[in-house]
T-cell receptor
Framework: NAGVTQTPKFQVLKTGQSMTLQCAQD?????MSWYRQDPGMGLRLIHYSVGAGITDQGEVPNGYNVSRSTTEDFPLRLLSAAPSQTSVYFC?????????????FGAGSRLTVL | QQQVKQSPQSLIVQKGGISIINCAYE??????FPWYQQFPGKGPALLIAIRPDVSEKKEGRFTISFNKSAKQFSLHIMDSQPGDSATYFCAASREDNYGQNFVFGPGTRLSVLP
């Protein structure tokens, strides 16, 4: 019963480098999403997906790419890292049992861009 | 612009007291209003949630009050305990063609003094 697993937990990048934050869930949830958390800003939605092959942008999508080739995985790609992308990133998945939407979050990935 | 407003930013309560956190939303398309609790170094976890067809929901010491006409909802924590010290996020969600769209408030850092 792993839930939502994020890797890596910590990462330091230099400006301009690229990397992928991994997210995997084992609950067969249809919906997956990525958020970033910054002090005083709460959680802001980056990208989300309803299933394999279907994704859409959230509130702050610039500088990030996603794809959903399987139900289980939803990686987040930073194409050219910038200091403004220093943040804690959370992946979440959800389903709708009995009409309720329950987001299950991973433990987070702390990214520092120098 | 922030679609979900939350106050206060921080809250200090004595053990046994009542903690009250307020949220307001703008988009009447939202149809689900959860509260999430986050401890340091962890991902947020669902605490309690409400749909707009009810005005109040209680689970143990936690109660959500919902005012649809005012587009406001609040979290009440009765008999607050030091273990309740955490950051609390209200959220609002709706479903579109691409999945679930959650919008979070900026968070309230609650400290319960022993």
């Amino acid at each position: 019963n792993a839930g939502v697993t994020q890797t890596p937990k910590f990462q330091v990048l230099k400006t301009g480098q690229s990397m992928t934050l991994q997210c995997a869930q084992d609950m067969n949830h249809e919906y997956m999403s990525w958020y970033r958390q910054d002090p005083g800003m709460g959680l802001r939605l980056i990208h989300y997906s309803v299933g394999a092959g279907i994704t859409d942008q959230g509130e702050v999508p610039n500088g990030y790419n996603v794809s959903r080739s399987t139900t289980e995985d939803f990686p987040l790609r930073l194409l050219s890292a910038a200091p403004s992308q220093t943040s804690v990133y959370f992946c979440a998945s959800s389903t709708r049992p009995s009409g309720a939407n329950v987001l299950t979050f991973g433990a987070g990935s702390r990214l520092t861009v120098l | 612009q922030q679609q979900v407003k939350q106050s206060p930013q921080s809250l200090i309560v004595q053990k046994g007291g009542i903690s009250i956190i307020n949220c307001a939303y703008e988009n009447t398309a939202f149809d689900y209003f959860p509260w999430y609790q986050q401890f340091p170094g962890k991902g947020p976890a669902l605490l309690i949630a409400i749909r707009p067809d009810v005005s109040e929901k209680k689970e143990g010491r936690f109660t959500i009050s919902f005012n649809k006409s005012a587009k406001q909802f609040s979290l009440h924590i009765m008999d607050s305990q030091p273990g309740d010290s955490a950051t609390y996020f209200c959220a609002a969600s709706r479903e579109d063609n691409y999945g679930q769209n959650f919008v979070f408030g900026p968070g309230t850092r609650l400290s319960v003094l022993p």
